[in-house]
């Protein structure tokens, strides 16, 4: 999530969990066939994305533009003052007649890939493919030794009376992962940054989760 503000995810149907996570990836896996990575920050005259009515609350503009700003400095300087993962944890207060939030959230993930792309090119440069290619395996691993647990124990839950992402749908992405790391079977970044669970009282906690799903695309842009 890339808001400030909690937002709680409404229950659905039990038995469309499945479909509905499965289509999600496969939107997001066509989305990503025409989408290009690029190798500078456009310059921009107006508004940086398109502005959803009063009405309605979007990404608060200034907030931003403040942060693409840097963004944008640091890649062109190549001063390291952001990183791919920097970009991945922005998150932006809400405001009426902000920015649309899915044109900034598909914007900053290209631009993610942009700053891992880079880094993957220096951190080769200076301490060797094979270097590069052995922290990522260390990596995969320990995601892979945290999902070898069993359904509904592969990460801390909430008490019964406070909310965490819904379990089924957890370890349904979690299976997706260990498929890719284990298995080789196709995923991608974009597909991982765009999971999103519905919330349930005593569901996995949110913060162990979250810093899983990184560590995943961490991964994944390490080694394509």
Do not use: N
Request: hydrophobic share 40%.
């Amino acid at each position: 999530m890339r808001t400030d503000e909690f937002r709680e995810r409404p229950d659905g149907p039990e038995e469309t969990e499945h479909d509905m996570l499965l289509q999600q990836f496969e939107d997001v896996q066509q989305s990503e066939e025409t989408e290009q990575i690029p190798d500078r920050m456009p310059e921009r005259r107006g508004p940086a994305f398109p502005v959803v009515r009063r009405v309605r609350r979007g990404y608060h503009q200034a907030a931003v533009d403040a942060f693409l700003a840097g963004a944008r400095e640091s890649f062109e300087d190549e001063d390291g003052a952001v990183t791919a993962a920097d970009i991945r944890r922005a998150s932006f207060p809400l405001a009426r007649g902000g920015y649309a939030i899915d044109a900034v959230d598909a914007a900053l993930a290209r631009l993610e890939d942009a700053f891992a792309a880079r880094e993957r090119e220096r951190g080769v440069a200076v301490r060797g493919p094979q270097a590069w290619v052995d922290d990522a395996r260390a990596l995969a691993q320990e995601i892979l030794d945290r999902l070898d647990r069993r359904r509904g124990r592969r990460f801390a839950r909430t008490s019964v009376l406070t909310f965490g992402y819904r379990v089924k749908e957890v370890d349904f992405v979690a299976e997706r992962i260990v498929g890719f790391l284990r298995d080789g079977q196709p995923l991608t970044a974009e597909q991982v940054r765009t999971a999103a669970f519905r919330m349930q009282r005593g569901g996995y906690r949110e913060e162990q989760v979250d810093a899983l799903l990184d560590a995943t695309i961490d991964v994944i842009l390490a080694v394509r």
